[in-house]
């Protein structure tokens, strides 16, 4: 059985705390696993949720490490053409930090919406299904 891995990564502070949009981020894709891991599941392909703390130290370095989402190995923006950006963040462990942000045709998201995580589980399940063609 092949397997599509959904990987997510967000700063949680030394209390367990993280912010109100990795919190909503984490609600979106653990909604858009679920979906995908149903959908699949009939034609044979797994899907895997790994999620991930980065922890202040890290963050501090670079805060558009959290929140950050990859599909398959590659980031969610690669797959759907979007831009990374910033904005800033609440007065929780991101102390108003420019968190990432994804730009996609225009519209800014600083949570990411479930439909972006399966947009691109999408294109991901199809490249997979390609490579499985090819090797019949």
């Known amino acids: 059985m092949k397997t599509l891995k959904i990987r997510w990564q967000r700063l949680v502070d030394e209390s367990g705390i993280t912010c109100t949009r990795c919190k909503a981020t984490e609600k979106e894709v653990e909604k858009a696993f679920y979906i995908l891991k149903q959908s699949f599941a009939?034609?044979?392909?797994?899907?895997i949720l790994e999620k991930a703390v980065i922890d202040s130290d890290v963050f501090a370095k670079d805060p558009l490490v959290s929140n950050r989402?990859?599909?398959?190995?590659?980031?969610?923006?690669?797959?759907?053409?979007?831009?990374?950006g910033k904005s800033p963040c609440c007065s929780g462990p991101c102390h108003n930090e420019g968190c990432r942000t994804i730009t996609l045709e225009g519209r800014t998201y600083?949570?990411?919406?479930?439909?972006?995580?399966?947009?691109?589980?999408?294109?991901?399940?199809s490249r997979l299904a390609s490579?499985?063609?090819d090797m019949v």
């Open 42 to 47: 009939p034609r044979g392909l797994d899907v």
């Open 69 to 84: 989402l990859w599909i398959d190995d590659r980031p969610l923006e690669e797959w759907l053409k979007a831009q990374v």
């Open 110 to 125: 600083e949570m990411v919406p479930a439909e972006l995580i399966i947009e691109a589980g999408l294109l991901a399940a």
């Open 131 to 133: 490579q499985s063609d």
